[in-house]
C-alpha cells in the first residue's frame, strides 16, 4: 500500500527551483508528517504545497486552518512560513469565519476531514458556506475515523463495510451536493492519487473569491482500506471517472488557449487565471446549478466516484464584500478609526436624558 | 388640564399628610398590549419632575397574551431597588387578577378597570374602579388599537393619584413616540382622557403624592445592555457575533445599531465593524476566537444556555492564549429556567469554564456606567492578557431602566497589547510565542498576515513548547500550566478594583456584585438606621485583589450577598481565603426576581441572631 501515494516530504521532480517571488519549493514545506505511511492526506499536502508555490503566493499572506483528527494534523506539515491554527473539532469553520473578519485580505486554507466536516461540524460548515467566508476548503474524505481507529463517519457510503465487518444503513452524507445548496460558487470532488486533477483543482481554488469546496477521496490506509470498503485505493482508482480533464493557466503565464472548437471549456477566474476543463466521457457544464445537482444525485444513486470541478459560479460576494467592510484589515485598523469622537458620544447621551 | 404639584399638594393640605416622593406602583398587564410604551412614559414623567426613578419590567416568556408586570419606583434618596410591596397597584389583567390582589399589602391603594371589578374581595385596600373600556371608546375609533391605548389611560389616572404633572406626561408621549405623530395624538389624547375622568370622580391620593424635585437633573435613564453596547463601540471593537437568547439580544441589537450610525468610514461609508448573527453559540464564540486571533477586537454577548454552549472554545482560548471577551447577562438557570427573570447563577460555571484547570477573568458592573467602561476595559484586558474575558452582568441591569450619570468619553488609550509587529521581529530576531520574557507570565505574539520570516507560529490546543511546538512532555506540559497560572495572578493587579465604603466601628462587612449593588446600599441605611453598622465591598472584578483580602481579614464576619442558591462567589472568596472560611457567609437571594434590600436585612439580621 504504501507506494501507492507519493510522500509529502518527497521534493516534485518536475518542480523548477524557484517560483516567480523567488521562492523555494522548501519555504512552502511545514513539519515531517506523522501520519500512517501511504496515508491520502499525505498526498494531498504535497499536492498543496506544490500548488501554492506554482501559484506564488507570499506564506506570510495564507492562514492555515484545521479542526481536530488525522486530516487536521495536516496543516502542521505545509506553508510553515504561514500561521497555522489547529481549533477544535469540527469548529474551523466558525474560527475562519471570524479570522476572515479581522482580516479580509488573509488567504485562507482549510483542511478538514469527513467527521469533522460531515459529522460533528456539518452545522457550522454548512453556515459558513452560506456566508461565502474566503477560504479553500478542503475535505480529506476518507469515510472512516482514523484517530479514534475507524468509526463510520457520516460520508461512508451506505452499504460500505467497515473493517470490522459492519454494514453502514444510513445514507451517505454528499458534502458537494450540500456546498452547491448552500451557494457555494466553487465546487470539486478529486481523489488524493489523482495529483495532477487534484493540483489544477487547489490552484483554482486559491484563485476563487468566497468559499471553495474540495471534498478529496482520500483512503485511510490503517482502517478503510479492505475489501468492502468504498473509500480504499483499490475501489477508488477503479471507480473515479473524471468529467473532464481539469487544467489550470495561471494569470502570470498568458497562454492562448487553443483546443479543438467544442473540446475544452474555459472558466474565467477573478485574478485573470483560467480553469481549463477538456472534455472526457461526459458532456457536463459545471457553471449549470441544477445540472451539477442532478448530476450528484445519479452519482450517488448509482454509486458513481465522478471527479472534477462539480460547480463553478463566480458572482456571489464575499463575506467581506456583503459586510461592506473597508479594505484595510479591521484588525490593524488604527485607534483613530476604532473610537468615535467624544462629540458623538455627547450626541447619543443626550437621547437618554 | 395641567395642574402643578404645589396647588395639588395645597388641596390636600386638610387630609392626613400623604408620603412625599416615596412610592411603589405596580402595573399588572397582559404581554404583548403595548403596555411598556405606557410604563416608560409614567417611569419618564416622574423622572422628568425632578424625583430619582427606576423601571423594572417582570415579563414572560412570551410574545403575546401571558401577564406582565412593570414597577415604577420613585425614591427622594434614590433608593430605587426592588421593593417587595407596591404601595399604588394598577390591576389591568384578568388572568393574574385573583393573584394580584391577593398578593397586596393592606392600605395599599388599588386602581382596577371596571371589568374586574368583582375579583376585588378584599375591604383593607383603598380601591378605585376605572371603566378604562368605556373611555376608550370615544379616545379611539379603531376598536383593535384599543387594547393597545387603554393603557396609556391608567397613566393619566395615575398622574391625577399622585400629582404627576400631565406636561411631563405628554411630554413623555412625545418622546416616545417621536416617529410616530398619529401614534403620540391618540396616546396623548387617551391619556388626557384618562387624567380629566380621575380628577372628576376621584379624589387626589392621601397616601402618596409625588412634588418636582431637582434630583435628576444631569442624569440619564438607559439599560445596562445599551451601555454596554456603547462601551463595546467606543472601546474599539471590532468583530461582534452573537446568537439571539434573551436576556443579551437587546445588547447585540444595540450595538449593530450603533456601530452602524458611528463606525462607518466617513470617506468610504465602509465598516471598520463586522456584525454576524451566528448559526449557534458555538460558532459565535468560534468566530470571537477565530478574529481575535487574527488581531480583532472581538465580542460576544450571551446567557446561561450559550455559556454552556461555548464552554470548549472556552478552553481552547484560554490554552492558545487568544483574546476574547463574553458578556454574559445572566438569567435563571437551571436548563431554560425562567428565560425573562434575573440571577447571578452562571458566576461559579463562567469563572471555572471548560474542562481541565481553566479560569478567567470576569469584569463585574454594578451600574449602566460600569457597563459602559467595563466593556471597553474587557476589550483591552482581553488583548493585554491574551486570553478570554468575561464581563458578567444579569437581566436586572442589562433590561431594566437605571437612572445614571451620562458617560464621559474614555480617556485611556485603546490597549492593544504585546503584538510584534515585522520591525519588532528584525529588530528582536527572534519569536517564541509562549515565553515569559517580561515575567508578567504574558507572552509575544504574531498576527497572521506579519510580513516576516520569523512571524509565523502554529495555534493548537494541543500540549506545546515555548516555541509553539507540539509536545507532550511532561516538563512541558506543568511549565506552561504553571505560567498561566501565573498569569492569571497578573490579571489580579490589572482588573477593577472594589470599591469600599465604611461606617465606623462595624465588624459586619459586605460582599456584593452587580446588580444588587442598590439593594445592598438601602439595606445598609436601614441596618445604619437600626445601629447595624456595616462596611460594604463591592466586588467589581474576579479573581480577587489585596483589597478583598485585606477587608474581609479586617471583619468579624463578612456577608457575601448574590443571587443564586449555591453561594457561587462565596465559594470562591473561601477558596481563595481558606482560612477566613468559616468568617465568610452568604445572603442569598434566588426567586428570580430583582434583589430587594428587605431581603439583605433579613439574612443579615437571622445569621447575626444565631451567631
Redesign the interface.
Known sequence: MTTESPSAKGPSPKAAKTNRLGLDLKVYKGLDSTLCNGCGHDAITHSIVKSFFEYGV????V?K?SGIGCSSKT??YFL?????????HG?M???????????R??LNIGVSGDGDTASIGL??FL?MVR?NVQIVYIIENNGCYGLTKGQFSATADKGAVQKGGDVNKMETLDCCALAIEMGCGYVARSFSGDAKQLGALIKGAIAHKGTAVLDVVSPCVTFNNHEGSTKSYPYSKEHEDPLHEVGFVPFFEPTEIDYPPGTTKSLDLPDGSHITLQKLGHDYDPTDRTEALDLLHKADRQRLFLTGLLYYDESAPPMSEQ?????D?????P?S????P?E???K??ER?? | MTTSAHERGASTSTAAQPVVNDVVITVATSNGTGSQSANLILMRSIFQMGIPVSGKNMFPSNIQGLPTWFTVRANDDGWVARKRDADVFVAMNVESIEDDVASLRPGALLVVTKSLASHVNRADLEVHVVPFDDLVVPVCKDAKLRKMVVNIMYVGVLAHLLNIDMKEVTGAIGRQFARKASAAAINTAAAVAGYEWAKANLPSSDQRTLVRGNKTQD????EGN?AAA?GL???????L?WYPITPSSSLCEACAD?LDE??R?PE?????????Q???E?????????????????ATSTSGPGISLMS??AG?AYFAEIPAVIIDVQRVGPSTGLPTRVSQGDMWKAYHLSHGDCKHPMLIPGSPQECFEFAAEALDLAERLQTLVFMMTDLDLGMNSWMSP?????TK??DRGKVLSPADLERVGKFARYKDTDGDAIPYR????????L????????GHTEEAT?SEKPQHWKANLDRLARKFDTARKLLPRPVIESASGATIGIIAFGSSDMAVKEARAMLAARRVATDYLRLRALPIGTEVRDFVRAHRVVYVVEQNRDAQVTSILRLEMPERAPAIRSVLHYSGLPIDAQSVVDGINEQEAMS
Open positions: 507570499e506564506p506570510h499572506r492562514a486552518l496543516t502542521a510553515g512560513r504561514s500561521h497555522g491554527f489547529n481549533a477544535v469548529r469553520a466558525a474560527i475562519v469565519t471570524g479570522s476572515n473578519l479581522a482580516n485580505t488573509l452545522g457550522n453556515h456566508r459586510l461592506n467592510l473597508v479594505a484589515p479591521l484588525a490593524t485598523l485607534e478609526k476604532l473610537r468615535p467624544p458623538a458620544l455627547a447619543v447621551m437618554f436624558r | 442624569k440619564i435613564i438607559i445599551q456603547l463601540v467606543f472601546g474599539g471593537l471590532t468583530v457575533a450603533y458611528l463606525r468610514d468610504t461609508g465602509k465598516a471598520t465593524y463586522a456584525v454576524v451566528a448559526e449557534d458555538l460558532a459565535s464564540i468560534g468566530m470571537v476566537i477565530g478574529a481575535g486571533w487574527a488581531g480583532a477586537r472581538a470548549e472554545f481552547l451620562p458617560f464621559v468619553p474614555l488609550a485603546v504574531t498576527l497572521p498576515g506579519t510580513a516576516h520570516p512571524a509565523a507560529y502554529f495555534t493548537r490546543g494541543t507540539y
